[in-house]
């Protein structure tokens, strides 16, 4: 099955939302070099509330962009880490947040143009 962005009823749409999320995306750039546990990406990522992270790692799960490994120690100890689906993001993605951090002072400036 092949996807067409532009058909309001295709799942193409709900994978654009998950993978155009700004969670997403930062949890695909902080597991880029290997699994995490749950506070070391809310500390990488910064900002985001455990519920949110929490939610957001359900969901990159749901959708088979990362894996969650719980080992049997006490206290358990979960680590998540991108599936091979979820590495094939990272590029991408990486190239979008290139972008962004490369033009930040023209779309800020831009925005404080039309603002101001």
């Known amino acids: 099955m092949n996807g067409d962005a ?7 749409r709900l994978i654009l939302d998950r993978i155009g999320d700004k969670w997403s ?3 695909v750039l902080s597991l880029r070099d ?8 809310r500390d ?3 900002g985001v509330t455990p519920k949110v992270l929490t939610q957001t790692l359900r969901a990159m799960a749901r959708d ?4 969650r490994h719980v ?5 358990p100890r979960v ?7 979820g590495q094939s993001l990272h590029a991408p993605i990486q190239a979008v947040a290139d972008w962004a951090e490369h033009h930040v002072n023209e ?4 925005r404080q143009s039309a603002t101001g």
């Open 34 to 41: 290997g699994p995490r546990r749950f506070t070391e990406l």
């Open 107 to 110: 779309v800020m400036a831009a």
């Open 25 to 27: 995306v930062l949890v």
């Open 44 to 46: 990488a990522i910064g």
């Open 64 to 67: 088979g962009l990362l894996t």
């Open 6 to 12: 532009f058909d309001p009823d295709c799942p193409t």
């Open 71 to 75: 080992f049997a120690e006490v206290p």
């Open 79 to 85: 680590e998540y880490e991108l599936t091979p689906l």
